[in-house]
């Protein structure tokens, strides 16, 4: 197990509009304000579309919105995003996965980051998953 305390946290609220690719938009947000170790906190909006990543699927799974964003979640490093969205539509089903590039804002998407101050968090290669897994450290 890898952790680390944070006795600080700084918060960034953003709202992306009309057309931006909301993975884009997020990873930019995270550079533009350096952010090391953030989170969501809240995030509210539509899709007009959206491309996810389904539990244990190998390719991406395209739909077509308009979408409600039900929630939105997940860690941000300087050098990548681990991120799960879930999306309702107009017959109320709802549908998650990883978010990847694609998913296009319909009219808006209010957001709020938190990054937590000491700790850093990195996306390194973990041969146990095969994935780029978070790793920790810093704090204190």
């Known amino acids: 197990m890898q952790s680390a305390e ?4 700084r918060t960034i609220a953003s709202r992306f509009t009309p057309g931006e690719d909301l ?6 947000l995270a550079h533009e304000h350096h952010v090391e170790a953030g989170c969501i906190l809240s ?14 699927a190998e390719t991406f799974a395209r739909f ?3 979408f409600e964003i039900v929630s939105l979640s997940g ?21 998650g996965g990883h ?4 998913c296009t804002v ?7 980051v ?16 095969g994935y780029k897994e978070l790793n920790i450290w810093g704090g204190g």
Request: charged share 15%; aromatic share 2%; hydrophobic share 40%.
């Open 75 to 95: 860690t941000i490093s300087p050098n990548g995003v681990h991120l799960h969205l879930s999306i309702a539509g107009a017959d109320g089903n709802t549908i």
């Open 23 to 28: 993975r884009d938009a997020i990873e930019r």
């Open 43 to 56: 995030a509210v909006g539509s899709l007009t579309a959206a491309t996810l990543r389904l539990a244990g």
């Open 114 to 129: 938190a990054d937590m101050g000491g700790v850093r968090f990195a996306r390194v290669p973990d041969p146990a998953t």
């Open 6 to 9: 944070s006795h600080s946290l």
């Open 99 to 102: 978010l990847v590039h694609g």
């Open 106 to 112: 319909h009219t808006t998407v209010e957001i709020v």
């Open 64 to 66: 077509t919105g308009p």
